[in-house]
């Protein structure tokens, strides 16, 4: 991608502030499935730095007990539900293995499924410091409009962000 300046661009990383080291640790590599990689070794403050293909996650540890959960918006259940909320996202092949996955680590989506008129089809998790994960995989026409109809049906589907 090139910017307007003509400068190549792309996001490198997001960065967390997180409570719990080994919690967080835990759930961005089992349940993402992010490799743990190392972090500059002048950075002598706890945290971690994770990869999935070119996407990192970057997290360091509060300096005051419960300022991560003071920092973060109280969102409605239909805010999280249709991911009108702060959040980063995931581009992925299939959302098959990514459910396959949560369901091993007894992880349940807190929002979507939805499918969008685009045929991106989405659903959202939430890491322990309650930080939004969209995972978005774009599908044929033929496939969305099976599996909207099917989400339609079983009373799952997801309605469009609030307020729209």
């Not at 002048?42 to 991560?68: M, Q, S």
């Not at 396959?100 to 659903?123: C, F, K, T, Y």
Request: net charge negative; aromatic share 10%; charged share 25%.
């Amino acid at each position: 991608m090139t910017s307007q300046t003509g400068t190549a661009v792309s996001l490198h990383h997001v960065a967390l502030y997180v409570s719990d080291l080994e919690k967080t640790r835990k759930f961005y590599t089992e349940v993402i499935g992010m490799e743990e990689i190392p972090r500059p070794a002048d950075f002598v403050f706890p945290g971690a730095y994770f990869r999935l293909g070119t996407a990192e996650v970057h997290v360091v540890v509060e300096t005051e007990h419960g300022r991560t959960a003071a920092l973060s918006p109280d969102w409605s259940v239909e805010e999280v539900r249709t991911g009108y909320s702060v959040h980063f996202a995931l581009k992925v092949d299939s959302l098959d293995d990514v459910r396959e996955n949560l369901r091993r680590h007894s992880v349940i989506p807190v929002g979507g499924p939805r499918i969008r008129a685009d045929g991106v089809e989405q659903i959202y998790v939430a890491d322990p410091d309650g930080y939004f994960i969209e995972y978005i995989c774009w599908l044929d026409p033929e496939t969305a409009t099976r599996r909207r109809a099917e989400l339609e049906a079983s009373g799952e589907a997801v309605p469009v962000a609030p307020g729209h």
